[in-house]
């Protein structure tokens, strides 16, 4: 039987939000979808148990308070979240946030543009991605202090 895969979909645009949600919903891709603001809301998130394992985490890089850039680096150095999958969903096309993002171990970087019409093809990508890969249980945190 397949587990029941968390998104947690950090997106600070509403329009982008509830476009990714609609898709999702409209693909029938029976996922829970949890929105962080930007990557100080994800962590916390992350840190207190409200994001139930397995999940994968779709990431916008440009974002007020803490952008994805710097939540990858906080994920990343943090022992109990630096399997966390993660995909970047951004308007970037700047190849200095393309190899950011991969040294920073993404599962993959797309942009919001190029993707446009292929949103559909994307989403089957991440379905087929979640029911074969076979993704960490990682712990839930209790209430950890969010550095910034």
């Not at 939000?17 to 100080?40: E, M, P, Y």
């Not at 543009?113 to 960490?136: N, Q, R, S, T």
Request: proline residues 4%; negative net charge; glycine residues 6%.
């Amino acid at each position: 039987m397949q587990e029941q895969l968390t998104i947690l979909l950090v997106e600070d645009d509403d329009v982008d939000a509830q476009g990714i949600k609609r898709s999702f919903s409209k693909k029938r891709i029976a996922n829970t979808i949890v929105r962080a603001h930007d990557g100080l809301e994800a962590l916390g998130l992350l840190r207190t148990g409200g994001i139930t394992s397995p999940y994968i985490i779709l990431l916008d890089l440009q974002m007020p308070r803490m952008n994805g850039l710097e939540f990858l680096a906080e994920i990343r150095k943090d022992e109990n979240l630096q399997a966390s999958v993660v995909f970047v969903l951004t308007t970037s096309h700047a190849e200095e946030d393309i190899t950011a993002a991969y040294s920073k171990q993404i599962a993959g970087y797309f942009v919001k543009d190029d993707v446009g019409a292929g949103f559909c093809e994307m989403l089957e990508m991440l379905e087929g991605y979640w029911k074969i890969a076979h993704l960490p249980h990682l712990p839930h945190l209790p209430h950890l202090p969010i550095k910034k």
